[in-house]
C-alpha cells in the first residue's frame, strides 16, 4: 500500500461532469488499495469570476479580504469532489487549507508554506479515507485565511506529499506531461519520460507554462517525485525526480519558448563600481522583476548596460530608469518590447561541448538574429526577435533531434 | 459609544452595488462613533446557485460537504464588504464563522450554536475595526464547518449580540418592519413600531415570514432588542423586545395569514387512554412536523382526531397514518389540503375578554366557514378555506382596525 498525493487543476474539475471524470480516477487508485490525497483548484473561471466580483468593489482590493475571497473557489471545489466520490459509495472527506494543517507565513496573495501539520490528514487516511484538500491555500498562526500565489495549488500538493512522505505527487491537468518542443509550434514534438528537477526548473523558468519554478524547488528540496499526466485520457506522462538514468541525462530535454520579454538598454554608463547597484536596486524597490542582465564590455570607461523584464512592466520600468539614468550620468535609454526568447535545456550538455555552438550556428543558418545570449550549466537560451521566435524553435528541434530522440 | 450589531440578508448584498450602499450605512454607524459588528447572508441567489451545483454531483449530498460548500456563500459576501469599506477609507476585516467564535454542535445543516467565544471580536473593535461576519455558520470543538439552517444568519446575529452585550441588533433586510397585515393583502396595513417576543414569536410561527421564530427565541432568552427595517430606504422599522409599554401591549397587532396549511382527520377513532400517542409518535417518527391537533368530543367512547401538517407533508403523512388507523381500529381518513391560516396576535388580547367572539363573528358575517380553531394566551387561528384567506384578513384588519391604530 503506497501514499499517492493527486492534484487536479481548474480545467479538470469546471464542470459537475469533469468533478465525476476526477472522482471515477481517483477512486481507481483508492481501488487498486492505495491511500490517497487530492488536492483540487478552483472550478474553470471560478477564481477570475472572483476577481472581478471584487474589482466591482474596489480598484484595490486588501489583500487580506482578497484571500478569505479567493479561498472559496477551492472550498466549492473541494466540497463537489468529496460528494461525488460520497455519491459512488466512497469515504471521502474535504478539508480546508486550515483543516489540512497548511501552515503559512501572512504574506497575503503571496504565503509561503511554512509548516505542514498532517494529523488530522493522517488520521483521516487512516480511518479509510480519500482526502481531498483544497489547494492555493493555508493559515497563519493567527488564523488568517492566506492564499499561496501563482502555482498555488501545486506548491500545496507538492508540499503535502513531501509531508506525509508521498511516493509520488501526480499532477493532472489538461495537458500530457512536458514535450521535447510546445507541440502547437513543433508538430513533431514528442513527449519527455523523465526529466530531472534542475532541468524542468530550467523549463518553467525559460517558458515552458507546465509548472511554475517555486513547486518544483520544493519538490527537489523533499525530493518528492512529480508525475505530470493528463487527466482527460490515459496517456503516459512525464516524471520529473532527482535520480535520472545516467544515458537519459546524456541529452537535450526540451526547446523552450518565452515570447513575453521586453529589453531596455541603458546607453553610455560610466563604468564604476556601484553602479549596477545604482540601477537595480530602485528598480527592485518599484517592483519590477528583472530578468536577464547583460553588461557589454567597457570602452573608455564607458559601457551599455541591457535587461530584459516581462512586457507588462515595460512602461513602469522605463519610467524608473529615466530617473535613475540622469543621477548615474548615462547618455540615453533604448527599449523594445517586440522580443522572445528561446531556450534548450538538458544536463546532457553540462559535460558536453559544443551544443552552444550548435544552436548559434542553427539560428546564424535560418538569418535570425541574436539579440542577447544568457547561459546555465544546463540551458542556452537566445534573446530574439518575437516574429522570428516560433521559427527558431521548428529549427532547433530539428538541430536537437537526435538528443530529443 | 454604543455597540451595534447589524444583520443584511441576501437581497440587501445581492450586487457590488448594493454592497457599496451597505457599506455607507455601515460607516454611517461608524462616523457617529458606535462599534458596529455587521453579519452578512450570501449574496442574492448564492447559496441556490451552490444548492443546485450540488444536485447535478449527488441526488443526495452528504450533510458535511453541503455545509462546507455553503458556507462558502458568506464568505464571499464578507470578505467583499470588508473590501468595501476599506476603499472607502474605513479599517474594517472580516471574519468566518470560525475566526468569529461562533462554536456550534456538529448537527450539519441545523447546527446549534452551542457558545461565542467573542475574543478576536472584542479583540478588533478595540483597535477600531468595523467587524464584518459571515452570517450562517459555525465551527465544532473539532474545526468541522457547520451551517445554522433556516434563518441561521438572523440567529447568527443575534448570538453575537447577545454574546458582545450589544444596544440592539438591527435586522435589515428588502421590507420595512412588521405590519398590522401582510401589505400585499391589505393596502390600509401599517408598520407596527414595537412588539413584544411573544407577539413576534407568535406571528412568526402563525404565517409572517419576515423572521424565524429560532431567532426570536434566542433575543428573548438574551433579551436582545431587535430592530427590523429596511435597507433600501430610511423608513422607520419595528422595534422587538421585551418591555413593551403598557399601552400599546393593550392591542391586536398583528392580523397573520399562512396558505400552506393542509388537514387530515381520523375518523372513528376508541376514545380510550394512549390513543393520542398511538397516533402522534410514529408520526414523529417518520419526521412529520404535525403543527394543530384538535380532538372533537367523544360520542359513545368514539371520537375523531384532526391535526394539520404543511401541505408537502400531506402525502407522506396520511401514508403514515393508513398503516396505524388500521392498527387502532380507526373507521376513516380524511384529508384536505385546500385550506390556509388566519390569526390575531397581541398581548392585549390576553386580559381583555371579546376578541375571539368579534373574530367569529367578523368571519360569520362574510360567510366565511370556520373548519378549525387553536388559541393561545395571546393569539387566536382559524383555518378555513385557502381561497377566502385574504377576505378573512382584509376583514379582520378593518374589525380590529382601532386596536391595530
Known amino acids: 500500500m503506497a501514499l499517492i498525493v493527486q492534484k487536479y487543476g481548474g480545467t479538470s474539475v469546471a464542470t459537475p461532469e469533469r468533478i465525476k471524470e476526477v472522482a471515477k480516477r481517483v477512486a481507481a487508485v483508492h481501488d487498486r488499495g492505495d491511500q490517497i490525497v487530492v488536492v483540487v483548484s478552483a472550478m474553470g473561471d471560478a477564481t477570475d469570476d472572483l476577481i472581478s466580483l471584487a474589482a466591482k468593489i474596489a480598484e484595490k482590493p486588501s489583500p487580506r479580504e482578497m484571500d478569505v475571497l479567493l479561498s472559496t473557489g477551492e472550498l466549492v471545489a473541494s466540497a463537489l469532489l468529496a460528494m461525488a466520490l460520497n455519491h459512488m459509495g466512497y469515504k471521502a472527506i474535504s478539508l480546508s487549507g486550515a483543516q489540512a494543517g497548511i501552515k503559512t507565513d501572512s504574506s497575503f496573495r503571496k504565503a509561503r508554506i511554512s509548516k505542514v501539520e498532517a494529523r488530522r490528514i493522517q488520521k483521516e487516511l487512516a480511518e479509510g479515507y480519500i482526502v481531498i484538500v483544497a489547494g492555493f491555500q493555508g493559515i497563519t498562526d493567527d488564523m488568517e485565511i492566506t492564499t499561496l500565489g501563482r502555482g498555488g495549488s501545486d506548491t500545496s500538493a507538492v508540499a503535502l506529499a513531501g509531508a506525509l512522505g508521498a511516493k509520488v505527487c501526480e499532477r493532472l491537468t489538461d495537458t ?5 518542443a510546445d507541440p502547437r509550434v513543433v508538430k513533431e ?5 523523465e526529466l530531472g528537477y534542475e532541468e524542468m526548473l530550467e523549463l518553467a523558468t525559460y517558458g515552458n507554462k507546465v509548472m511554475q519554478p517555486r513547486a518544483i524547488e520544493l519538490a527537489q528540496l523533499y525530493n ?20 535520472v538514468s545516467m544515458e ?6 526540451s526547446v523552450a519558448l518565452d515570447m513575453d520579454v521586453a529589453k531596455i538598454t541603458v546607453v553610455g554608463v560610466p563604468d564604476k563600481p556601484g553602479i549596477a547597484a545604482a540601477i537595480f536596486v530602485p528598480l527592485a524597490k518599484a517592483g519590477i522583476s528583472v530578468d536577464t542582465i547583460v553588461q557589454n564590455a567597457s570602452i573608455n570607461k564607458i559601457t551599455d548596460l541591457t535587461f530584459t523584464v516581462t512586457r507588462d512592466q515595460m512602461a513602469e520600468a522605463v519610467k524608473a530608469i529615466k530617473l535613475i539614468a540622469r543621477k548615474i550620468g548615462a547618455k540615453d535609454i533604448a527599449s523594445d518590447n517586440k522580443l522572445g526568447k528561446v531556450s534548450i535545456v538538458g544536463t546532457g550538455m553540462q559535460n558536453t561541448p559544443g551544443f552552444a555552438a550548435r544552436m548559434f550556428a542553427t539560428l546564424n543558418e535560418n538569418n535570425i538574429n541574436i539579440e542577447l545570449i544568457t547561459t546555465s550549466e544546463i540551458r542556452i537560451t537566445c534573446i530574439i526577435a518575437e516574429d522570428r521566435v516560433k521559427e527558431a524553435v521548428k529549427a532547433l528541434h530539428k538541430a536537437f533531434e537526435v538528443e530529443l530522440g
Chains 1, 2 share one sequence.
Open 176 to 180: 500530457d506531461g512536458i514535450y521535447t
Open 189 to 193: 514534438a514528442k513527449r519527455v519520460a
Open 224 to 243: 518528492v517525485p512529480i508525475y505530470v499526466a493528463s487527466s482527460f485520457n490515459n496517456n503516459p506522462g512525464t516524471l520529473i525526480h532527482g535520480d
Open 248 to 253: 537519459v541525462r546524456n541529452k537535450v530535454k
